[in-house]
């Protein structure tokens, strides 16, 4: 019971000092990594014990395509081109 309340205020404290865009993106940072950590190490993205090279590039340009517009979108990267760092906070 005590656990469970240790957990539950920390969900309450996060989400009153970070907003669940900020969560999202840090998840969304750490997918790339996973991704390389579950291919080498754990040895994912297998098919018939052998690495299928496409579909785990496919995977990691996706993630990081996702994880640069998170990024941009939560303004971590102001972009200075077609009028995109109008409206945004330095």
Do not use: Q
């Given at each position: ?20 865009m900020t969560k999202t993106l840090s ?64």
């Amino acid at each position: 019971m005590i656990i469970s309340g240790a957990k539950n205020l920390f969900r309450i404290v996060t989400n009153k000092i970070y907003s669940p865009m900020t969560k999202t993106l840090s998840d969304c940072v750490l997918n790339p990594m996973y991704l390389i950590y579950y291919c080498f190490v754990r040895g994912d993205f297998k098919i018939k014990n052998k690495l299928n090279p496409w579909y785990f590039s496919i995977n990691i340009v996706l993630s990081l395509i996702i994880s640069f517009f998170g990024r941009v979108y939560n303004e971590f990267i102001i972009l200075f081109c077609y009028n995109l760092e109008i409206n945004t906070h330095d």
